[in-house]
């Protein structure tokens, strides 16, 4: 899919008709439309992902007033609606999206190709069909929100990520060979009429109903959380930009940053904690026998025997050479060579004591575990409740921040706080309902493979229903196939993904870091030359997130895809992004203003005067096919209050007015 | 020559060289793997994705059909 044009009749902020003709594609594919804050780039994002897919990004507020105002107020029966017409694989579509009520849209999809089509039975699924659902976000990203962009391989970032890889739909495939499995199962059971097989399949029926409806809670909350947390970090924001609250908020973040590290590290500690124990009190428990048998050790390895340590060489020199180191013969035959063999035949030979030694280290490493297991685990457990403290005086000092913010004679100072306040509430609750529900989900999972195992070996076991055993083996063998050929190409993508975003790393930071991508978690650590973790919050850890969205969306195009197999039909998306450059460090800016060029097959960038410096505009101009400008026009005289210009090519643009008819935004083409 | 052509000429030589560095039975999987995950494409389609008891005697039918 690429863009050609999108219209706004009368939606939030846009009075009237507003029209964009996007870049064509080429050389010069990029599209800039500059805006102040506030004048509505973020609404003209957001038009067009609504139009598309019918939702919005998490951070836009107010999403139930889509008409605007000054138009409702002309004419009750002002229309409001978002055009995008769009070209996919050479043909050409019109999408509208039209508000037909609160919270109600109507979409018409229409080809274009031969004149004005008949509009599709199934709009939404057609769309749908272009831009997979959960693909949207990444294609359309509201940039400022960048920093709450999650590396850290949670359930729905890896969810998310594998339908970008186009490996949702192998998912999909498995799921269902599982049931057919459970299905053929079920009759293998009613076959051979075995009441042991009958109660195995009836627990592994009773999980598989309850399973799916506890993995969409897991996800829907999942989602609930993150639209929680961008409200709580908007709210913030907000507080933020408030000079009687900034200080306040600016303490809540840097403590919430230290609390979030010292949370990490406890439940890191009592991970080892719980390691440790595992590992060492065994040790402990068989201690106390280590002492005697140590001893008895000694009294067996003596006893009887040639004592330890002798020369084996010696030995054989004697008897070969038929004399003693004494002097006297030791003839064949002798008695004397006889007593020697006898106690050659129990003696202390070296593999013996290479025996004999190993147990006893290994009985010291015991006794050195039981005599240091309870200072180590101490040692932990301190460390534990160190972290504990450090929480707690954390709340303490949050408490108070929360406090001296609410005692602050402002009363948008106090709205913000009380509703930020709520919003928190409002996460955390969510946070612990996820955390129960993921609980119940991994014992479960846990639970049906035991059960599978089980079914196995019992079916093993009964000789009847040949038949049926055979369609479950032929099932089992193809989704073995299935899945262990998913393995590889999902280890091949990550891998392609992981040198895409070092090659941009390499390029562009001026440190030696690197990116690890975890095949397990889909976690993307950023790693300094010696190998260790340095966060994803510090300015390389920016770079590092618009580094992953522009590999992830090139890999989901073409130009990576033919290397990896079983992948879904290629997405090739436009990658529309609202405030790309204001969370980067400057000087970071320019390099990825450039990648972000060279990756993407269409790139639409809404962005400030502020973030478009010298760096940005020298890595850009040679890109930009069309620019535009969206000028803020308030009603009233201007006072004191400042215009705010911007200079491009020796051009002086005005992005705000007063004395205007009716507040509005407006969109020009520069 | 028209790039298109020339790209899924490349992919198909691509598929060539690795079915042919696979075993004879791998080969019979993949070439079934594919099978399903076509029809699993269709079944759960935009537009009319289809219940899962259907998806699963459809795959189950196609199992049926795949000789190995």
């Known amino acids: 899919?690429?863009?050609?044009?999108?219209?706004?009749?009368?939606?939030?902020?846009?009075?009237?008709?507003?029209?964009?003709?996007?870049?064509?594609?080429?050389?010069?594919?990029?599209?800039?439309?500059?805006?102040?804050?506030?004048?509505?780039?973020?609404?003209?994002?957001?038009?067009?992902?609504?139009?598309?897919?019918?939702?919005?990004?998490?951070?836009?507020?107010?999403?139930?007033?889509?008409?605007?105002?000054?138009?409702?107020?002309?004419?009750?029966?002002?229309?409001?609606?978002?055009?995008?017409?769009?070209?996919?694989?050479?043909?050409?579509?019109?999408?509208?999206?039209?508000?037909?009520?609160?919270?109600?849209?109507?979409?018409?999809?229409?080809?274009?190709?031969?004149?004005?089509?008949?509009?599709?039975?199934?709009?939404?699924?057609?769309?749908?069909?272009?831009?997979?659902?959960?693909?949207?976000r990444w294609f359309f990203f509201d940039a400022e929100a960048i920093g709450e962009l999650e590396l850290s391989g949670s359930t729905q970032f890896r969810q998310e990520l594998r339908k970008v890889l186009g490996f949702e739909l192998v998912d999909r495939l498995l799921e269902d060979l599982d049931r057919c499995l459970s299905k053929k199962q079920s009759s293998l059971a009613k076959a051979v009429n075995s009441k042991e097989l009958d109660a195995i399949q009836e627990a592994r029926e009773k999980i598989e109903h309850v399973l799916p409806a506890q993995r969409d809670k897991a996800k829907a909350l999942e989602q609930q959380l993150a639209i929680a947390d961008a409200r709580?970090?908007?709210?913030?924001?907000?507080?933020?930009?408030?000079?009687?609250?900034?200080?306040?908020?600016?303490?809540?973040?840097?403590?919430?940053?230290?609390?979030?590290?010292?949370?990490?590290?406890?439940k890191e500690l009592q991970d080892r904690i719980a390691r440790y124990v595992g590992d060492s009190a065994p040790a402990v428990l068989i201690a106390s026998m280590a002492a005697p048998f140590q001893d008895q050790l000694h009294v067996k390895e003596n006893s009887g025997r040639l004592p330890a340590p002798f020369s084996e060489q010696l030995v054989e020199d004697i008897l070969r050479d038929a004399t003693c180191v004494c002097g006297r013969p030791v003839d064949h035959g002798s008695c004397e060579e006889a007593k020697i063999k006898g106690l050659m035949r129990s003696a202390s030979t070296t593999a013996f004591n290479q025996r004999v030694r190993a147990i006893q280290y290994l009985l010291k490493d015991i006794e050195a575990t039981r005599e240091t297991y309870g200072t180590s685990l101490a040692d932990l457990q301190r460390r534990v409740e160190t972290n504990d403290t450090d929480?707690?005086?954390?709340?303490?000092?949050?408490?108070?921040?929360?406090?001296?913010?609410?005692?602050?004679?402002?009363?948008s100072i106090q709205t913000l706080e009380r509703e930020r306040s709520a919003a928190a509430t409002e996460a955390r609750q969510l946070s612990q309902q996820l955390a129960v529900i993921n609980d119940q989900v991994t014992k479960n999972e846990a639970r049906l493979r035991d059960l599978k195992l089980q079914y196995e070996n019992t079916a093993k076991k009964l000789g009847h229903g040949d038949a049926v055993k055979k369609q479950i083996d032929k099932i089992k063998r193809l989704s073995d196939y299935i899945a262990g050929t998913l393995k590889k190409q999902e280890l091949r993508a990550l891998n392609l993904l992981q040198i895409e975003l070092n090659r941009i790393l390499t390029n562009y930071l001026t440190k030696h870091y690197s990116a690890r991508i975890n095949p397990r978690t889909y976690e993307v650590e950023l790693l300094d030359a010696q190998g260790r973790d340095v966060g994803r919050s510090t300015g390389e850890g920016q770079v590092l997130k618009f580094a992953f969205i522009t590999a992830v969306v090139a890999l989901a195009g073409r130009k990576t895809q033919e290397k990896i197999e079983f992948l879904a039909e290629p997405t090739v998306a436009p990658l529309v992004l609202d405030a790309p450059f204001s969370a980067l460090d400057p000087e970071y800016q320019g390099s990825v203003a450039e990648n972000l060029a060279n990756?993407?097959?269409?790139?639409?960038?809404?962005?400030?005067?502020?973030?478009?410096?010298?760096?940005?505009?020298?890595?850009?101009?040679?890109?930009?096919?069309?620019?535009?400008?969206?000028?803020?026009?308030?009603?009233?005289?201007?006072?004191?209050?400042?215009?705010?210009?911007?200079?491009?090519?020796?051009?002086v643009l005005t992005l705000n007015e007063y004395d205007a008819e009716r507040d509005e935004s407006v969109i020009l083409e520069f | 020559m028209d790039v298109k052509n020339l790209l899924k000429d490349i992919a198909d030589e691509v598929t060539a060289e690795k079915l042919g560095s696979m075993s004879q039975q791998d080969r019979i999987y993949h070439a079934a793997a594919q099978r399903l995950l076509m029809l699993e494409r269709d079944l759960l389609g935009p537009g009319a994705p289809k219940p899962t008891d259907v998806r699963v005697e459809r795959l189950l039918e196609a199992i049926e059909k795949e000789n190995f």
């Not at chain 1, 009075?15 to 996007?22: M, P, S, V």
């Not at chain 1, 907000?238 to 900034?246: C, D, F, T, V």
């Not at chain 1, 908020?249 to 230290?258: F, M």
Request: hydrophobic share 35%; aromatic share 6%; glycine share 6%.
């Open chain 1, 1 to 136: 899919m690429f863009l050609q044009r999108v219209l706004l009749r009368n939606f939030r902020g846009f009075y009237g008709d507003q029209t964009i003709d996007f870049a064509p594609l080429g050389a010069n594919s990029v599209t800039v439309i500059h805006g102040e804050n506030g004048a509505g780039k973020t609404n003209l994002l957001n038009a067009i992902f609504w139009c598309l897919t019918g939702e919005f990004t998490p951070r836009l507020s107010n999403i139930e007033m889509l008409l605007n105002k000054a138009a409702r107020d002309e004419d009750k029966e002002a229309e409001c609606f978002v055009e995008v017409t769009f070209k996919h694989e050479d043909k050409q579509y019109l999408a509208r999206r039209t508000v037909t009520g609160r919270n109600l849209s109507s979409l018409e999809v229409i080809p274009l190709d031969d004149g004005v089509g008949k509009p599709f039975t199934s709009p939404q699924q057609f769309l749908e069909k272009i831009i997979p659902k959960g693909l949207s």
């Open chain 1, 232 to 266: 709580v970090s908007k709210l913030e924001g907000e507080l933020r930009n408030l000079p009687k609250s900034k200080p306040l908020q600016d303490s809540r973040s840097r403590l919430e940053a230290r609390r979030k590290n010292c949370v990490t590290s406890k």
């Open chain 1, 391 to 411: 929480i707690a005086e954390i709340d303490d000092q949050l408490k108070d921040i929360k406090r001296q913010l609410e005692l602050i004679d402002e009363d």
């Open chain 1, 599 to 651: 990756q993407s097959t269409q790139l639409v960038l809404l962005i400030s005067s502020a973030a478009w410096g010298d760096a940005v505009a020298a890595a850009l101009e040679h890109h930009v096919g069309k620019r535009y400008v969206i000028v803020s026009r308030q009603q009233g005289p201007r006072g004191n209050k400042p215009v705010k210009t911007m200079r491009i090519n020796d051009q």
